[in-house]
C-alpha cells in the first residue's frame, strides 16, 4: 500500500494491491478502466501524490522525517467486484486495495476495519487543507445493533470499511434521518455498507437512492437522488453561509435500492470538502 507519513522510502513507498497480472489486463488497459483514472493526479497529506495513466501510476513522496524524495512507476487495472472498485497492480505481491472516487477525492484501503491508508485530492498539494470530518457531529433517529456490534451514527465520521450507519427500524428505513449539527453548503456521502474482504455486501444490503436535504437553520430543503455506487458523491446542501451557518443539517431517506438479501439500510461516511 501507499505508506503513510515516515513510511515513504525508496522502493517500498507504493504497496497498492500488488497482485501478478490476470488474464485481460491488455484489454482493460485499451479500455482506459471505463475513464475513471486516465490523466489524474491525487495530491495526499505529506507530500504524497498518485499520477495515472491509461496503464501505469506513478507515485511520488518525500519522507518528512528525512526529506528523502521517492518515485515509483507501476502497471495497474481496474477491477470492479460486484459495484465495488480495487486497483490491482502488475508486480507480484500483497493484496489489492479498495477505491472510493468522486469529483477531487480519492480514498484507498488496504484492509476490513481499517481507515484510508490514502487519502488525497485532485485541486493541488494544498487541497487536504479544505478536507474536514467530524466524528461528533452526526446522530441519527435510529440505528442497527447486531449482538456486539453498533452500526451508529458516529461510523458516519470514522471512514474505515465496514463500519457504516445502518438504521435499526423494520423494514427499509423509508424516513430514517441523519442529523449534522453544523452546516456546510457542500457534503460528500459514500452510501452502503462497503467492505473490504466481503465486496458482495454492497448489493446484499440496501441503500438510499432518494434523500432529502434540509438546512434547519432556514428550513430551505433540496431533494437528491443518488447513483447506486459506493463512490463519493456531492450534495449540495440548500441555504447560504450568513443565513444557515448557525443551525445544522438533517438528510432524510426518502427511496432506497433494495437489497438483494436484507433490508437494512447503509451509509458508508460523509465528509465535509
Given at each position: 500500500m501507499l505508506m503513510s507519513r515516515g513510511a515513504l522510502t525508496v522502493g517500498i513507498s507504493l504497496g497498492l494491491a500488488l497482485l501478478s497480472i490476470p488474464s485481460g489486463f491488455a484489454q482493460e488497459d485499451r479500455d482506459c478502466h471505463r475513464g475513471l483514472l486516465k490523466g489524474e493526479t491525487y495530491y495526499g497529506d505529506y507530500f504524497d501524490r498518485v499520477k495515472f495513466d491509461c496503464d501505469e501510476l506513478t507515485h511520488g513522496g518525500i519522507d518528512p522525517m528525512t526529506g528523502e524524495r521517492s518515485v515509483q512507476t507501476y502497471r495497474y487495472r481496474l477491477e470492479r467486484r460486484g459495484k465495488v472498485d480495487f486497483v490491482v497492480l502488475s508486480q507480484a505481491g500483497s493484496a489489492d486495495d479498495l477505491m472510493l472516487t468522486?469529483?477531487?477525492?480519492?480514498?484507498?484501503?488496504?484492509?476490513?476495519?481499517?481507515?484510508?491508508?490514502?487519502?488525497?485530492?485532485?485541486?493541488?498539494?494544498?487541497?487536504?487543507?479544505?478536507?474536514?470530518?467530524?466524528?461528533?457531529?452526526?446522530?441519527?433517529?435510529?440505528?442497527?445493533?447486531?449482538?456486539?456490534?453498533?452500526?451508529?451514527?458516529?461510523?458516519?465520521?470514522?471512514?474505515?470499511?465496514?463500519?457504516p450507519w445502518v438504521e435499526g427500524v423494520p423494514g427499509q428505513g423509508i424516513g430514517e434521518e441523519i442529523h449534522i449539527d453544523r452546516w456546510f453548503g457542500r457534503l460528500w456521502i459514500s452510501i452502503g455498507f462497503v467492505s473490504y474482504d466481503r465486496p458482495e455486501l454492497y448489493e446484499l444490503n440496501s441503500r438510499p437512492k432518494t434523500i432529502r436535504v434540509v438546512s434547519e437553520a432556514t428550513g430551505e430543503e433540496r431533494v437528491v437522488e443518488l447513483e447506486d455506487t459506493p463512490n463519493l458523491q456531492p450534495i449540495d446542501v440548500p441555504g447560504d453561509w450568513e443565513s444557515a451557518s448557525d443551525g445544522g443539517i438533517r438528510i432524510i431517506i426518502e427511496e432506497v435500492y433494495p437489497g438483494t438479501r436484507w433490508e437494512d439500510t447503509a451509509v458508508n461516511f460523509i465528509v465535509f470538502f
Open positions: 468522486g469529483g477531487d477525492l480519492m480514498f484507498l484501503y488496504h484492509g476490513e476495519g481499517e481507515p484510508p491508508f490514502f487519502r488525497a485530492a485532485k485541486r493541488g498539494p494544498n487541497a487536504m487543507e479544505a478536507f474536514y470530518y467530524f466524528r461528533d457531529a452526526f446522530s441519527a433517529s435510529s440505528y442497527l445493533t447486531e449482538g456486539d456490534v453498533i452500526y451508529g451514527p458516529e461510523n458516519l465520521g470514522s471512514h474505515a470499511t465496514r463500519k
